[in-house]
């Protein structure tokens, strides 16, 4: 049961992001510029350094929403499964396990990013931005993830919302619009 009143039809960070809409509009604008945003990482890649950060952080419902995300911008849901369970032997490129490993690294503390882990990053052929976007990536859901479990937002249960999410999320990114959650 949440610690607010929230709508229990707008679950997980959806739920808060309606409760204080002056809040939610910067936060949208920095989710959509770093997910959905030009990069060189692929939406789908940006998605799964959520994913694993959200997992390391134990955030049940970022981790559902981001791993839907994941997996229907990467057209594989077995991927964002393998990240999840072990990064090494992930069907990702070497630059991208080690950018998940410094994601996951920072998801718990900055200080836990290691110069080792930035060389084997940049010697896979990560460049500043990226690593710089990883890290960016990291901190905001470790901010999210502990803005949702923090107020005790609605989780729901059934892996179906999270597939409805996930497609909404790709279809429509992060920016706020009409009726955007009228198919959960």
């Not at 998940?100 to 080792?116: F, M, N, P, Q, R």
Request: hydrophobic share 40%.
């Amino acid at each position: 049961m949440p610690h607010i009143p929230l709508s229990e039809k707008l679950p997980g960070i959806t739920g808060l992001l309606d409760y204080r809409k002056d809040t939610a509009l910067p936060i949208r604008q920095l989710t959509q510029i770093l997910l959905r945003g030009e990069s060189t990482l692929t939406e789908g890649e940006r998605e799964l350094i959520a994913t694993v950060v959200s997992q390391g952080n134990e955030c049940r419902f970022c981790t559902a929403a981001h791993s839907a995300a994941a997996s229907v911008l990467l057209n594989d849901e077995r991927i964002a499964a393998a990240v999840k369970t072990d990064i090494d032997s992930a069907p990702v490129s070497g630059k991208m396990k080690s950018l998940l490993k410094i994601a996951k690294a920072a998801g718990k503390s900055g200080k836990l990013v290691t110069e080792d882990m930035v060389a084997r990053a940049r010697a896979e052929g990560a460049t500043d931005l990226e690593l710089h976007d990883t890290v960016l990536i990291a901190a905001l859901f470790s901010l999210y993830n502990r803005y949702v479990d923090g107020l005790a937002s609605v989780t729901p249960a059934d892996p179906a919302f999270y597939n409805r999410l996930g497609n909404i999320l790709k279809e429509k990114g992060y920016l706020p619009s009409e009726n955007r959650y009228a198919n959960l």
